[in-house]
């Protein structure tokens, strides 16, 4: 009985899996700069890599993130930064056929007069809708996998007065998929979206030889809100180091900050 039903969540879950494909064929993050009382155009490609029908809506939300993990989508004008008010779509809801593409339009009409430079943003959820046909002929546990996107739509207003603001929150050292990792976190405290990168140099306590220089990934961090910033040190022995964490974005401002690091054996 136990392999029937192990068998029968398998192939529903195979079933969802290709019944719901959509995917965002033009990334997951548009930036503008802007000028007061202009109107700025963009689209979302979207694809059905499924083979069934499938419906789509659309809608924008206001967005943060902090470096505990937490993610916050809120109704747009929570966010006092949010240029949701300024987006509109050409539609709320599509339905694409199995294997078929379309693009989603949407004009930015921005203000004639913003007061604060810096960047403003919101993001445009992409939810399938699952199409419910109640039968009573089915038997088991119904599991679907549906998949939601976020695209960040950033714009950025006369960014030659406005900086990031780049802080050290913590830095910790742990075992990460058998790894060891720093992790990290860094918040964004100006008014100005950037892409910072995270490196750390390791030194040997007793004799300051230079042990190596190691990087994180470089990713976007938005006004008042703050990531993890992970970097793989699994070939640093366990020992205490001293080390200097730095922090640098496009622009090339750099931050800095020297730490005392153990590497432990577990």
């Known amino acids: ?108 009409t921005v203000p004639n007069q913003i007061i604060d430079p810096g960047s403003y943003w919101s993001v445009l959820i992409v939810e399938p809708v699952e199409d419910i046909k109640p039968s009573d002929q089915k038997i088991g546990v119904n599991i679907s996998s549906m998949i939601r996107y976020a695209i960040q739509i950033i714009t950025d207003f006369e960014t030659e007065q406005a900086k990031p603001d780049l802080k050290f929150e913590s830095v910790k050292v742990e075992k990460e ?16 979206y950037c892409k910072p990168t995270a490196s750390i140099e390791i030194y040997n306590r007793k004799t300051g030889e230079k042990i190596g220089t190691y990087s994180s990934l470089t990713m976007g961090l938005l006004p008042s809100t703050s990531k993890i910033f992970p970097i793989d040190i699994s070939k640093v022995p366990p020992d205490k180091y001293n080390a200097t964490i730095m922090t640098t974005d496009e622009e090339e401002n750099a931050f800095a900050l020297n730490v005392e690091l153990e590497v432990k054996n577990d």
């Open 1 to 108: 009985m136990t392999k029937r039903i192990l068998l029968l969540v398998t192939l529903i879950l195979q079933f969802s899996f290709l019944h719901a494909g959509i995917v965002i064929l033009n990334g997951l993050t548009h930036s503008y700069k802007i000028e007061n009382g202009k109107v700025y155009k963009g689209k979302i490609a979207i694809e059905n890599t499924g083979t069934h029908p499938q419906s789509v809506k659309l809608f924008l939300q206001d967005f943060t993130y902090h470096a505990d993990g937490t993610n916050n989508y809120t109704a747009i004008k929570t966010n006092k930064r949010t240029n949701g008010e300024w987006i509109k779509l050409n539609t709320n809801l599509i339905t694409l056929k199995g294997k078929e593409k379309t693009e989603v339009f949407y004009e930015i």
């Open 177 to 192: 998929e058998g790894r060891q990792t720093v992790k990290i976190a860094i918040a964004n405290n100006g008014n100005l």
